[in-house]
């Protein structure tokens, strides 16, 4: 539906600008006079234009309201033009503010709310169209958007977690990068330089510091490059298929990292898989959505590929997933019992769960290892930066002690 940019006057002689959505011209005037205003000129926007004022990004916390506000108003009674209508007035996005005002109006000039949404597959991924579709041809739409928002708010407290997880290491990483370019690359030379004009030995731990600071400043276009250059050879390397396969198969293999990655990887999987499975999704549609960077682990996702070939062929969904590998022994056994008890989607949804406990415990644990190796490298540094410092003071002080 096109796009207009807009001038108007008031009942008081004012004037102001705004953009809408509106069949043509003459529904543009006719609104604003519903709305006690008068057209003065009205300009239709091209779509690249439209689409450079919707360009600002959307948190996730934004969508979790967005679904969060759009079930409730659904549940209590209200029609979907409504619902759309109580968003675009209140909220706090302004991007999402203005999805909203056009989705209504593509659903009046005729769409459904699936084609209305999927003009925004920035904001909407291939997850959300799944269950709105799902919810618009069942009449669940107010559950589907529930499951969305519920969906959508556990992997923020994900992503938080992770977040507060690396604070401290990366506070320390740091202060240690800080300590080491201030003391080594001014104090230290300063020092050294005083205490050559007074004719004081150096000692060996001084002057390794020394020439290894003396180096860097000299070397370091070269220091740059040495990493930069190998750094932009793995992505390179890691935006090919085989690459990435390799690269996020590699992680998994790393100690405490790799697991919570499989572990993150196994919740995204059970939650999405007992949302879709709910909702009355296909099994082949669900297969078919998460293998497709649902899961943040292109290998795992390979793996879920392998299992619905499996599948497919006669396997059940526990005998797909253990003939492709890579999934832990808990989940196999949960969705063999899920299978022959006939609750499936239940057991996923419990699977999910024990995931994400699994995945803050495993976090501190990380963290309750780091602590301890960042406080040594830290005490190291600066056991270091000491050493270079005091020794030769050290010296200096002997001496004038001698002296008198």
Same mark, same amino acid.
């Given at each position: 539906m096109p796009n207009y940019r807009y001038k108007a006057v008031d009942a008081t002689g004012k004037v102001f600008k705004g953009?809408?959505?509106?069949?043509?011209?003459?529904?543009?005037?006719?609104?604003?006079?519903?709305?006690?205003h008068y057209l003065i000129k009205c300009k239709s926007l091209s779509e690249s234009a439209w689409r450079q004022m919707l360009k600002g990004g959307v948190k996730p916390r934004t969508l979790?309201?967005?679904?969060?506000? $759009?079930?409730?108003t659904l549940e209590v009674g209200l029609p979907v033009l409504s619902a759309l209508e109580e968003n675009a007035r209140y909220l706090p996005s302004a991007t999402m503010r203005q999805i909203s005002k056009e989705? #209504?109006?593509?659903?009046?000039?005729?769409?459904? =709310?699936y084609e209305a949404m999927q003009r925004y597959p920035r904001y909407f991924q291939k997850l959300d169209m799944a269950l709105i579709r799902i919810g618009e041809q069942t009449g669940g739409m107010a559950q589907s958007l529930k499951n969305l928002a519920a969906f959508l708010e556990w992997k923020e407290n994900i992503r938080?977690?992770?977040? #507060?997880?690396?604070?401290?290491?990366?506070?320390?990483? =740091?202060?240690?990068?800080?300590?080491i370019g201030v003391w080594i690359g001014y104090v230290l030379p300063q020092m050294v330089s005083v205490l050559s004009e007074m004719e004081v030995a150096i000692p060996t731990v001084t002057t390794s510091v020394l020439r290894i600071s003396q180096f860097i400043k000299a070397q370091w276009i070269w220091i740059v490059g040495a990493m930069v250059i190998p750094a932009f050879a793995v992505f390179g390397f890691y935006m090919t298929p085989r690459g990435a396969l390799f690269i996020h198969r590699s992680v998994l293999k790393l100690p405490l990292v790799g697991t919570v990655v499989q572990q993150v990887a196994m919740a995204r999987l059970c939650h999405n898989f007992a949302t879709m499975l709910s909702s009355g999704i296909s099994i082949q549609y669900i297969f078919e959505t998460l293998s497709t960077h649902a899961l943040g682990n292109r290998y795992i996702e390979d793996r879920l590929q392998r299992a619905f070939r499996e599948i497919e062929g006669g396997e059940s969904i526990a005998g797909g997933f253990e003939t492709a590998g890579g999934f832990p022994s808990l989940l196999l056994g949960a969705i063999r019992n899920g299978e022959e008890t006939g609750t499936l989607d239940e057991t996923f949804r419990r699977l999910g769960d024990y995931f994400d406990g699994e995945v803050k415990r495993t976090i501190q644990t990380m963290v309750?290892?780091?602590e301890p190796?960042?406080?040594?490298?830290?005490?190291?540094? $600066?056991? =270091?930066?000491?050493?270079?410092? =005091?020794?030769p003071l050290y010296d200096v002080m002997a001496g004038m002690g001698n002296a008198y």
């Open positions: 953009t809408t959505i509106a069949q043509d011209e003459a529904h543009v005037e006719q609104d604003l006079i519903a709305s006690g979790v309201e967005f679904y969060h506000r $759009f079930s409730q989705m #209504k109006a593509a659903i009046e000039g005729g769409r459904t =709310l938080s977690t992770i977040r #507060k997880a690396s604070i401290y290491p990366t506070f320390v990483v =740091l202060a240690i990068i800080g300590v309750g290892a780091i190796l960042t406080l040594v490298a830290l005490g190291g540094v $600066f056991g =270091l930066i000491v050493l270079s410092v =005091l020794l």
